[in-house]
């Protein structure tokens, strides 16, 4: 397992880093080959086998979870739990997207973002920064993808043979 800082409990529901140690590395290789095999099993549920024998079943989420990071300690990285509220302050919707908090106003206030304003603040749904974050990278994805093929296109592509050409 992981290590952590063992002064805090794992259930305490603040921040907390994992970072994998060098003892459990085969342990976390051979669990990561069984929940992607599990994951490739459609017909079966995942469920965790509690001290006593007893089944529990695991919802989607919580088994993609264990996958993400699985396989992020398979690479040796270290993996930051934290829980989100699902209504964040404007603050820390800009934080989550890593943008200022007047450029996030800017965009709540053009419509690109959802929002709720009961009083003075505003708050915005953690599931509408995901699609809009997501929505962001496929826009970039296509755009780069665009001038990709206006690159080939052109030529551009052929230009690179050799040493970039002098610009001065």
Request: charged share 25%.
């Amino acid at each position: 397992m992981p290590t952590a800082n063992p002064a805090r409990p794992a259930n305490s529901g603040s921040p907390r880093t994992y970072v994998p140690s060098s003892e459990t590395e085969s342990v976390t290789e051979k669990f990561a080959e069984q929940l992607e095999a599990m994951a490739a099993a459609t017909t079966e549920r995942p469920a965790l086998i509690g001290p006593h024998n007893e089944e529990i079943p695991l919802p989607r989420e919580a088994f993609e979870i264990l996958l993400q990071v699985y396989e992020a300690m398979k690479h040796g990285l270290a993996i930051h739990v934290a829980p989100l509220n699902a209504q964040l302050t404007t603050q820390e919707a800009a934080n989550y997207l890593g943008i200022s908090r007047p450029t996030l106003v800017k965009l709540l206030e053009s419509g690109a973002i959802p929002f709720i304003k009961p009083g003075r603040h505003r708050y915005v749904r953690i599931d509408d920064l995901i699609a809009y974050a997501e929505q962001l990278r496929n826009e970039r994805a296509a755009a780069l993808d665009e001038m990709a093929r206006d690159a080939e296109d052109d030529g551009l592509y052929d230009l690179l043979d050799g040493p970039p050409p002098k610009t001065r």
